[in-house]
């Protein structure tokens, strides 16, 4: 059981329970999808720069690479937009028109970044195509639009 402090700001942080520690997904995550998440800030701000877009959840970003990052992005794909907080994330090559750089580190891999497709969801901020569809709630998600039913 914790014990409580006078205050929030007097507690101390709890212990790292080793048990509930798993180095595979430390590893996978500070040396594999934190460079990737870099590569992709870095496309972000040269579009940002130029203008295209205002912030990052105006961007949609696609990546395209081969071998074990390949395969751990596809593992992830679902969470990738919120890995990188951005709007949307496609796994393969950008199409032409997106800003594109080429990144060697964690291992070869092409990062693209163009305007995300859709509308801006009143309750996420993410730009979506799927705004809108829910006559009920026109202003938002179909993601958001779930949430908020159940």
């Given at each position: 059981m914790l014990f409580r402090s006078a205050s929030v700001h007097l507690a101390k942080f709890p212990e790292r329970q080793e048990t509930f520690y798993d180095n595979d997904v430390m590893s996978r995550w500070d040396d594999q999808l934190?460079?990737?998440?870099?590569?992709?800030?870095?496309?972000?701000?040269?579009?940002?720069?130029?203008?295209?877009?205002?912030?990052?959840?105006?961007?949609?970003?696609?990546?395209?690479?081969?071998?074990?990052?390949?395969?751990?992005l596809t593992a992830y794909e679902p969470r990738l937009a919120d890995i990188f907080i951005v709007s949307q994330v496609e796994l393969g090559q950008p199409p032409s028109g997106a800003?594109?750089?080429?990144?060697?580190?964690?291992?070869?891999?092409?990062v693209g970044v163009i305007r995300a497709e859709g509308k801006k969801c009143?309750?996420?901020?993410k730009w979506l195509p799927s705004v809108g569809q829910d006559p009920k709630h026109p202003e938002i998600c179909q993601h958001c639009t779930e949430s908020l039913v159940s």
């Open positions: 934190m460079p990737i998440r870099t590569s992709v800030l870095k496309v972000l701000e040269t579009v940002r720069a130029k203008e295209t877009i205002g912030n990052a959840l105006e961007a949609k970003v696609y990546i395209a690479a081969n071998g074990d990052i390949g395969k751990l800003e594109i750089m080429e990144f060697e580190t964690p291992s070869p891999h092409t009143g309750r996420c901020w």
